[in-house]
Every structure is written in structure tokens, then in C-alpha cells.
């Protein structure tokens, strides 16, 4: 069955990074767009990021371009969410999602929380 | 970017009766290529990560109860629950997908009476 575990969440200062990992199993990774979409506590869905099957192409949340980038590697069916310069407002459980057109699949998420 | 529009925020429903929740696009998610339209709908039962409902205006994902259904056109979409039962309980999300950044819907919480 599909499965998809995230990791890497915790409690940051500040202007400090951190990097989540999404390890996928159940289903041939290098053939699915995979997506990071968040939630701030109590606050509804906000999609994050996107990459191609082949990591050819990525798009971003204006919200975090220039501070996220999203990466995968096929080898270990694993994708990726580099977040540097944390602000307070990111903030929020961080769902992988595996998606070929639709979100079909959503990981159970991992808390990050953003504070001084 | 696309702004997605939900009513109403909550609905209270007895079981067994029928429940409707609206979304709005501010821009048509009908694609000019392939006729489909990009819109899906998600609940978020309490407690639990988003599932997937329907994908693209009306197609129910796998195991989804014949009970949920969605339609509409252009930039007003609905999906309906035909008699609500217990199990449906959680927040409904509508999402497009027509271009990026992909935009949810606020949430409609729906909750037993």
C-alpha cells in the first residue's frame, strides 16, 4: 500500500533552517509528481511546493521562493523540503503528497514550529 | 493567483439528510485542451491528513462512497452529500489545479446535528 512518512519537523529559532524528508514506499516513486502543502495550526491548506517525476521541473508558493527548495532522489524514493531563513509564519504541519494530476495521497505530516 | 471561495464555513446536518458546499473560482478552471476542469475536493476528517474525494469536478477516487458527488462549470462548483452519516464529519476543502500555485478553498466544517 502506498505510504508516505515524513520527518525532519521540530522547533526552530528565527532566520535558522531546517530539512524535512518524505520516504515513500508502496508505489514507483520516479514515476509521480510529489508535492509539499502545509497547515498553520487551526488554519486551512496551503500548498508549498511541487516537483516533477524526474525533479526536471519545480514550482513554489510565492511565500517561500527564495527561502524552499524541494529536491528528490529517485534512488531512495525519497523527497526532500529544504526550508532556510524560517519566519514565525511558517508555523504549520508539513503534509508530502504524492500526486499524478490530483493529490491522490497525503503523508501524516510533521510539525514545524518556528520560534524564538 | 486563483482565489477559491467556500460557503458556507459550517453546516450543521442530521443524518440521513443531504448537505451541499460551494466553492467559487475567481477564474475558470475549465482547461481549453483537454475540456477537463481542475477541481477537486478533499475532506479532513479530525485528527487526520487530507483524503481525496473528487478530482476533476466529478470523478470519486477510489473507495469513495457513491454518496458524495460533485458538479458544476466554469467557476461554481458543488459537492453534495446525498444522506450525511456520521463518518462525514471533518472539513471539506475544494482545490484547483488549472495552474500553479495550486489554491485551496477556505474549509467547510460540517458537523452532525
Known amino acids: 500500500q502506498v505510504q508516505l512518512v515524513e520527518s525532519g519537523g521540530g522547533v526552530v529559532q528565527p532566520g535558522r533552517s531546517l530539512r524535512l524528508s518524505c520516504a515513500a514506499s508502496?508505489?514507483?516513486?520516479?514515476?509521480?509528481?510529489m508535492q509539499w502543502v502545509r497547515q498553520a495550526p487551526g488554519k486551512g491548506l496551503e500548498w508549498v511546493a511541487v516537483?516533477?517525476?524526474?525533479?526536471?521541473?519545480?514550482k513554489y508558493a510565492d511565500s517561500v521562493k527564495g527561502r524552499f527548495t524541494i529536491s528528490r532522489d529517485n534512488s531512495r524514493d525519497t523527497l526532500y523540503l529544504q526550508m532556510n531563513s524560517l519566519r514565525v509564519e511558517d508555523t504549520a504541519v508539513y503534509y508530502c503528497?504524492?500526486?499524478?494530476?490530483?493529490?491522490?495521497?497525503w503523508g501524516q505530516g510533521t510539525l514545524v514550529t518556528v520560534s524564538s | 493567483d486563483i482565489v477559491m471561495t467556500q460557503t458556507p464555513l459550517s453546516l450543521s446536518v442530521t443524518p440521513g439528510e443531504p448537505a451541499s458546499i460551494s466553492c467559487r473560482s475567481s477564474?475558470?478552471?475549465?482547461?481549453?485542451?483537454?475540456?477537463?476542469?481542475?477541481l477537486d475536493w478533499y475532506l479532513q476528517k479530525p485528527g487526520q491528513s487530507p483524503q481525496l474525494l473528487i478530482y476533476?469536478?466529478?470523478y470519486r477516487a477510489s473507495g469513495v462512497p457513491d454518496r458524495f458527488s460533485g458538479s458544476g462549470s466554469g467557476t461554481d462548483f458543488t459537492l453534495k452529500i446525498s444522506r450525511v452519516e456520521a463518518d462525514d464529519v471533518g472539513v471539506y476543502y475544494c482545490m484547483q489545479r488549472i495552474e500553479f500555485p495550486l489554491t485551496f478553498g477556505g474549509g467547510t466544517k460540517v458537523e452532525i446535528k
Open positions: 516537483i516533477w517525476y524526474n525533479g526536471s521541473n519545480k
Open positions: 477564474q475558470s478552471l475549465l482547461a481549453s485542451d483537454d475540456g477537463n476542469t481542475y
Open positions: 476533476k469536478l466529478s
Open positions: 503528497a504524492r500526486a499524478y494530476g490530483e493529490i491522490d495521497y
Open positions: 508502496g508505489f514507483s516513486f520516479f514515476n509521480y509528481g
